[in-house]
């Protein structure tokens, strides 16, 4: 069965320093990995993606994750965090042997990033 | 969250009613989603669509109903047979064709409060 886990529930970071949120996934054919970001009373907003290639990917906001298959994971990863990067972030996996096109999410990562 | 428009953005309901969530989409994308959020939980799926006329069931489908009669539109009713209705509710997107892989676009949310 398809699976997603954030192990920690919230990541405290100072401003200007590095900041990983983590994400393991269990899946029975390719993940197709996706992180996501929530602010207050709002919908999810897209920030990256893994299918295939770079294990490194790039994405919004300054945003990256690393895929690494072997440790089933997928951390989100930002070099210097900002005040404004506080919000709750999920983590999504679809398994590529599913053509339903679902998405199974984490249970999400509040980040707070400290002045 | 451009072009996925919910409405109303606040719903109040007495116990006993049936209300009629809205999701529209101008993005002309084939799938239709809709979530539930429930405070330090993740997103669970409630009913998905990928083509008109057609819909399955997620994982928590029990007192709710939909409807798919356009491609752009996906309501979603929060019946009386629903015990624990009061939560976030948020619709998404995604294409299904032309080799993408399937991110989900979110719409801003309904919270429905019942009273």
């Known amino acids: 069965a398809q699976s997603v886990a954030q192990p920690e529930d919230q990541v405290n970071v100072a401003e200007g320093n590095p900041l990983t949120v983590k994400c393991t996934y269990s899946v029975s054919g390719n993940p197709y990995l996706f992180w996501y970001v929530q602010y207050p009373n709002r919908g999810l907003q897209f920030l990256l993606k893994?299918?295939?290639?770079?294990?490194l990917v790039k994405g919004s906001y300054g945003f990256e994750a690393e895929f690494n298959k072997s440790q089933t994971s997928f951390h989100l990863k930002k070099p210097s965090a900002l005040v404004s990067d506080s919000a709750l972030y999920f983590c999504a996996v679809r398994d590529g042997a599913d053509s339903s096109y679902k998405l199974i999410f984490g249970s999400g990562t509040r980040l707070l990033v400290r002045p | 969250d451009g072009g996925i428009t919910q409405s109303p953005k606040y719903l109040f309901r007495k116990e006993g009613q049936n209300v009629t969530l809205s999701c529209e989409q101008n993005?002309?994308?084939?799938?239709m989603y809709w979530y539930r959020q429930d405070p330090g939980q993740g997103l669970r799926l409630i009913y998905y669509s990928q083509i008109v006329n057609d819909f399955q069931k997620g994982d928590i489908a029990e007192g709710y109903s939909v409807s798919r009669e356009k491609k752009e539109s996906f309501p979603l009713t929060v019946t009386s047979a629903q015990k624990n209705p009061t939560a976030f509710y948020l619709c998404?997107?995604?294409?299904?064709?032309?080799?993408?892989?399937?991110?989900?676009?979110f719409g801003p949310g309904t919270r429905l409060t019942v009273l």
């Open positions: 893994y299918i295939t290639g770079d294990n």
């Open positions: 998404a997107v995604s294409l299904t064709s032309g080799g993408v892989l399937g991110e989900q676009f």
């Open positions: 993005l002309n994308h084939d799938a």
